[in-house]
């Protein structure tokens, strides 16, 4: 069955690790993590049509070159699947007086990488911040986080009104 398969596809195996959380990968875990050999296994494949690879990769003809580029894009993809199950998902949010002024989600990945993957992102009078930063194993809830931003907004609406009441009172007096 696979002979025929690869007659039209590329694909690699795909492999589930799952002891305390999960892992994918495309080469087995065997090997390279503790009771692998009960909590593992092939649960899969990804794969991708030789015609959709030419297409990608802007060629007339499939060669080694080609596949290369196909198992190296197919096992990056698996890898940011394996980065959202092991839950290395990052963001920040950039605050300028106590007002969001900018954010970004979906770094994905270890977080030394991320971490630069965040510095190059940000303005460079930020760029310095992300040596400060610190993963944390527990991040807040998304109620927590959404509470937070409903306070936030309350302050600044609140800090609005009274600019805006003060304006007005000294406006009627002069």
Known sequence: MQKVISEKYL???LYLYDHSGLAMS?????GRAPHAEWDSGQVGWIYVSKEDALKEFDA???TGAIRQKADALMR?????YDSYLRGECYGFELYKNGELSDSCWGFMGNFCDVLKDMAEYLPDECKG??????EQE????IIKTLLKHAKIQVDQAAKAFEHASRQQVLGESR
């Open 129 to 134: 911040m992300v040596d400060h930063l610190e």
């Open 138 to 141: 527990r991040p807040a809830t």
């Open 26 to 30: 495309t080469e087995s875990f065997s």
């Open 11 to 13: 694909m690699l195996p």
């Open 76 to 80: 990056s993809e698996v890898a940011a």
């Open 60 to 62: 007339d003809k499939m």
